[in-house]
């Protein structure tokens, strides 16, 4: 049976939720994509580093009580060797799981650099490696022989770098503007029904949408890396963060709301890139009062959605879920499946 | 350079917009795929026949004049020798885009066959052959060791069915609900707007939108050969059209609109299929007054979408035109695309 062998970096909400749908749907799985999962190494900062290369015991890991570490497993130890392990394990492919500084994208960007390096695929969806050193970390993969992919460092794991990839391929795209952010699409909603903006986001909070410290979800630098991506790899601009002008929600009052609702408006937070007229992209983030016609007015709550503006298709819009656990792990589990249409099965027999 | 020789069959709009692509964008198609387009056939109805093993010159068909026919041209005959050119074509695929006849699918199942059974992959448009006799088309495209694709038999040029097949590996898709059908959709948006039926359509007609006979947009025939194809490819159904409850909007009245309007809904014609406890798909097309919280209740005037619910993902939605020649030229493309894909070039130098 042709196989991955898989190894996770992190072992939070996403990559237990890439495990248990291993451990849950595996047969299916195997049947259906024609290739077998199987995890060989996890490493975790309160779980520790196991590497087993026949394959580790999902439902023992999964099982595994609160203060629990792999101290004492078969191939276990209490220290997250995420270095060594990286490097050191029969994986093929590495799914990078932590988390990433905005500012630098560490310690993301060296665990996917160490993973191209020593020849294994890369699967994540952490905004920061793609954003911040996506140029370099694609260099790296292909000078490798390997891929780097990153479905989910954009709208969760709602296909829309594939989907521009793989049914857009012909078309000339123009621009693309998007409801991003989940929390601040909320937000707005719930201003729209007379809520204050403080109130919204500790709502927001409670519900789990938001992050304890919501100012990169009100501010829009969460915004402003997704449209770092979609610039780059939809319009190849090869930007950076300081070349997308930002403007968060914090500025958009209930005056304003009532004000875009008698004019058949509501506002949104749209992060935007746009071939201009001298040839480059011009990308930002800011909020739109935008009229009902438009795809993106009617994307409510958390969902979030993209709009792609081509030559011959006019707009096309993508919806979906912008964030949560299983959700997300379905974007690692398809960047894995890209990886095998490139390269093939690690294992075949 | 890799090439595909192309044979179109039927030149109407989408097949000359079609044309009018290789023509002005060839160069860029060229760069962009990694592969050339050539077209050496054409039949049509009014136009006669024409093969040319080396090419023909696309700006002298679309520079003719109206009544002009292919006779006397080298290659050429005034007779549109359908069959004979889609059996003796050099082309490697073969374009359909006659006509079809919504109860058995001619002759467009016929060129399809013949095509498919002479070694050659085919992209069509027309639901026709897909809907009523898609499992026997792509048994012989498989027996064959060719490709039989049909992107823009649902929604035009916007992907549905490659954007399940190449975004959604993995997870299961327990439904698919769309707005399928421009014509009805725009009607409904008018009668909100406190038109009759009749005048809406009368206004759909002369913006293009609706047929000289309207009746299989308003009675929910021309959903129903879509969700056909929809149920088949993406839930397994095996269904043909009389597996398909089918109401349209003929019953809808100002009164229901009012109603629904006062609780924040919106009726929309609603082709759907879903996984039912027993195993089976149902499948339907009927009005259905949505909340505003769905993602098919913003899509406004021509514009069609699909969601798809899913277990990992929840609901995905796609939205984009559902008809346009040079939207729908698209989905020919993109098919050719997909066929270069899977058999790679026919020619490579």
Avoid: C
Avoid at 108 to 134: F, I, M, Q, W, Y
Avoid at 256 to 275: N, T
Wanted: glycine share 12%; no cysteine; charged share 20%.
């Amino acid at each position: 049976m042709n196989r991955h062998d898989i190894a996770l970096i992190g072992f939070g909400g996403v990559a237990r939720a890439l495990a248990e749908t291993i451990r849950d749907r595996g047969a299916d799985l195997t049947r259906e994509l024609g290739f077998e999962l199987r995890v060989v190494a996890i490493t975790d900062l309160r779980l520790g580093s196991l590497m087993v290369a026949d394959g580790i015991d999902l439902g023992a890991v999964l099982d595994m009580e609160p203060g629990d570490t792999f101290a004492g497993w078969h191939g276990g130890t209490a220290a997250p060797q995420n270095d060594y392990v990286i490097r050191n394990t029969t994986a093929d492919i590495v799914v990078e799981a932590t988390f990433t500084n905005p500012v630098d994208g560490e310690p993301a960007v060296s665990h996917v650099r160490a993973a191209l390096e020593s020849g294994k695929s890369v699967t994540t969806t952490n905004k920061g490696p793609v954003a911040l050193a996506g140029a370099e970390l694609n260099r790296i993969a292909e000078e490798n022989g390997v891929r780097f992919e990153y479905e989910g460092s954009v709208v969760s794991g709602t296909p829309v770098l594939r989907f521009a990839e793989k049914t857009l391929a012909g078309l000339r795209i123009n621009a693309v503007r998007g409801i991003l952010n989940g929390t601040s699409n909320y937000v707005l909603g719930q201003m729209e029904l007379g809520m204050t903006l403080e109130d919204a986001v500790a709502e927001a909070q409670g519900l789990g949408y938001a992050e304890a410290d919501p100012t990169a979800d009100i501010e829009g630098s969460d915004v402003q890396l997704k449209v770092v991506i979609l610039a780059n790899e939809l319009l190849g601009a090869g930007m950076t963060t300081t070349d997308v002008q930002r403007r968060g929600i914090a500025g958009v009052t209930a005056a304003d709301i009532v004000e875009a609702a008698a004019r058949g408006r509501r506002w949104k937070l749209i992060g935007s890139a746009f071939r201009n007229a001298s040839g480059g992209v011009t990308a930002a983030v800011e909020p739109v009062a935008l009229p009902l016609s438009d795809p993106l007015a009617g994307i409510n709550g958390p969902t979030n959605a993209v709009s792609f503006e081509t030559d011959m298709l006019g707009t096309v819009t993508v919806s979906g879920p912008g964030a949560g656990r299983v959700e997300t792990a379905f974007a690692l589990l398809s960047d894995i499946v890209a990886i095998d249409a490139q390269l093939g099965a690690a294992v075949t027999a």
